[in-house]
């Protein structure tokens, strides 16, 4: 189906709201969505997707970024950490989007989208059942909850190290990473004494 270019850009904006809706709503989906969204209903190739979607999400993720600061939800040291690793990789992977056909592209964006959805639904329906999922060893980051800052350790930056350095890799090569990677991430806990 090909679309009337006066449709375009109402097409466009319906799309920005809707992923802006979902990414204020879950913390992710802007890239998840929004470069399917542009794939199939604009007809774009994967390696023009990705930096669209990733421009819009960076303008949506500075609104909240501010707002959390404001409420002082925003661990910015740990985001600034993050994000240090995260630039340095996704220029690699921004560079292979432009050298790897569409076709491999979609495959990946397609497996990683299954699998974090698949391990997030089993995460909720182990919540909802009221099961309490025992792990060996905790996870490498921790709250100090009497002043609300996280605890510093090697375990802890080598693992958000990683996922920032993951996060900038797959914005760079997919369009997506962020909210996408990050959010289900279980590397972070609230110890009930500290």
């Known amino acids: ?52 979607a ?32 995260g630039l340095m990789l996704s220029p690699l992977g921004l560079w292979l989007a432009q050298r790897i056909p569409n076709a491999p592209l979609l495959i990946a964006f397609s497996a990683i989208l299954m699998y974090v959805s698949i391990r997030m639904l089993f995460q909720v329906a182990r919540t909802i059942s009221g099961k309490v999922v025992r792990t060996v060893k905790p996870p490498p980051c921790q709250l100090n909850l009497s002043i609300g800052k996280l605890i510093w350790t090697v375990p802890c930056a080598r693992a958000l190290m990683f996922a920032g350095a993951l996060a ?27």
């Open 1 to 52: 189906m090909i679309l009337s270019p006066e449709y375009i850009p109402h097409l466009t904006a319906a799309i920005g709201i809707l992923v802006g809706v979902l990414m204020g709503l879950t913390g992710a989906g802007g890239g998840i969505l929004s470069v399917p969204l542009l794939v199939f209903l604009l007809h774009l190739p994967i390696s023009e997707a990705g930096p669209i």
């Open 168 to 194: 900038g890799f797959l914005s760079g090569l997919l369009g997506v990473g962020g909210g996408f990677i990050l959010v289900p991430a279980p590397s972070i806990s609230s110890p009930t004494s500290q």
């Open 54 to 85: 990733l421009t819009a999400i960076t303008l949506s993720a500075g609104v909240g970024a501010i707002i959390g600061l404001n409420t002082k939800v925003l661990r910015y040291k740990t985001a600034i950490f993050m994000a240090a690793f």
